[in-house]
């Protein structure tokens, strides 16, 4: 049956600034890259660091997807860390600001949020 994520699919409204995001702040590395004429739209798949991918699309026209009041559908990225202090700290020299550091209540797992340049919600989850 099912083995995993392979990947999660993204649309952007600036497809240099989210590409630049997830590459130069985020640090996944571009798969492949490919523009695509009759769509006018880009496609660019990212490696994450455990063998899964986020794909970036930038389809002109697109609606923007309403994330707060959080509405049905996907809810959030989370992405584990070894250490977020490291990351938030990161992140921060980047501009990117988190929220505070909330405790897992049932894991005990430390975890917090900040957001893509679309706003969509990303989460670090300390393993």
Same mark, same amino acid.
């Given at each position: !049956?099912?083995?995993?994520?392979?990947?999660? =699919? @993204?649309?952007?409204?600036?497809?240099?600034?989210? /590409? #630049?995001?997830?590459?130069?702040?985020?640090?996944?590395?571009?798969?492949?890259? *490919?523009?695509? %004429?009759? #769509? /006018?739209?880009? /496609?660019? +798949? @990212?490696?994450?660091? +455990?063998?899964? &991918? @986020? $794909?970036?699309?930038?389809?002109?026209?697109?609606? =923007?997807?309403?994330?707060?009041? %959080? =509405?049905?559908?996907? #809810?959030?990225? =989370?992405?584990?860390?070894?250490?977020? +202090? %490291?990351?938030?700290?990161?992140?921060?020299? *980047?501009?990117? &600001?988190?929220?505070?550091?909330?405790?897992? $209540?049932?894991?005990?797992?430390?975890?917090?949020?900040?957001? +893509?340049?679309?706003?969509?919600?990303? %989460?670090?989850?300390? !393993?």
């Amino acid at each position: !049956m099912l083995k995993g994520i392979h990947h999660v =699919a @993204l649309i952007c409204s600036d497809y240099p600034a989210s /590409k #630049r995001f997830y590459t130069d702040i985020l640090g996944l590395s571009v798969i492949a890259e *490919n523009y695509r %004429e009759a #769509r /006018k739209s880009y /496609k660019c +798949d @990212l490696a994450l660091p +455990d063998g899964g &991918q @986020l $794909e970036l699309f930038s389809f002109p026209g697109a609606p =923007a997807r309403p994330s707060r009041p %959080e =509405a049905q559908g996907l #809810r959030h990225l =989370a992405f584990r860390v070894d250490d977020i +202090d %490291e990351v938030i700290a990161h992140l921060a020299t *980047n501009k990117v &600001q988190c929220e505070p550091i909330r405790a897992d $209540e049932y894991t005990g797992k430390r975890f917090t949020f900040f957001a +893509d340049p679309d706003g969509l919600p990303l %989460e670090l989850y300390e !393993m």
